[in-house]
Every structure is written in C-alpha cells, then in structure tokens.
C-alpha cells in the first residue's frame, strides 16, 4: 500500500468514523511510511499500511486499525467503548470490519450480515463524550 493509496483508504475509514463516533482524531502524517492518529487526551496510535491482499483487504485492514483507536479514545472520554455501533445490538458490540466477495463491509459479529460498505456507515449519534 503506497502513501496515495494509504491516504485514500484513511479518508474511507474516516468517513465512518466521522459519521458515527464522538471522538475524532488529529491525524498526521509519520516519518515513515505511516500515520498517527492522536486523540484528544493526547494519545496516539500508529497506522500501519496492511501488506499484501487485494485493495479490500487493506481497507478492511485499515478500518480494523482505526477501529481500535476509537474504541480507547472513546473509552478514554467515558463514553461506550463501542465502534463501530451494530444498529441490532448497540452497546453489545461493535462491527467488524471484514471482505465480502471483493468488498470490504462492516458486519454484525453475532448474525454474520453485512450492514455498510467500509466508508459508507450512515450518520448516527454514537454516544455522547462526558468530560471530567
């Protein structure tokens, strides 16, 4: 996965993340061939390029990534630690980010359905951030 490629996979993922999380990332470039997500407690994380596999993938792969950040820096804020929200089971778990003939979906771990393409999750309220 190059920087171009990288970058329009992050912009995706970001998508979803915009659409239904509290908590967003200050995003920046690394030295290296990677991206840090920063949260607003000062955290960060890495984003590694996924290797290998085919273009969904490494989005799903990506989106896995981010997935994790969310859920520590929702965690870090009190809110539900839960990210992607599941729209039949909220607050029981979240999505996972996986490939689905040649398409990368977020699907409902429990019934296995896909319920959006990565990038494509519908705006919803995903928990309000408490502040200390």
């Known amino acids: 996965m190059d920087g171009i490629e990288l970058a329009g996979a992050l912009e ?8 239904q999380c509290a908590v967003q990332p ?19 994380q890495g984003l590694t390029p996924p290797p290998g596999g ?34 039949a089971h909220p ?15 977020w699907v409902c771990p429990k019934r296995g359905t896909a319920v959006a393409r990565i990038g494509e999750l519908e705006n919803r309220w995903c928990g309000r951030v408490l502040h200390r």
Do not use: I
């Not at 995706?12 to 659409?19: E, I, Q």
């Open 26 to 44: 200050r995003v920046q470039a690394d030295d290296g061939s990677g991206v840090m997500l920063w949260a607003p407690d000062g955290s960060g």
């Open 12 to 19: 995706t993922v970001l998508r979803d993340l915009r659409a």
């Open 91 to 105: 607050d029981t778990h979240p999505l996972t980010a996986t490939v689905r003939t040649d398409t990368a979906v």
């Open 54 to 87: 085919t273009a969904a993938e490494r989005l799903a792969g990506l989106a896995d990534q981010v997935q994790e950040w969310a859920v520590e820096a929702l965690w870090s804020e009190g809110a539900s630690a839960v990210w992607p929200r599941c729209p």
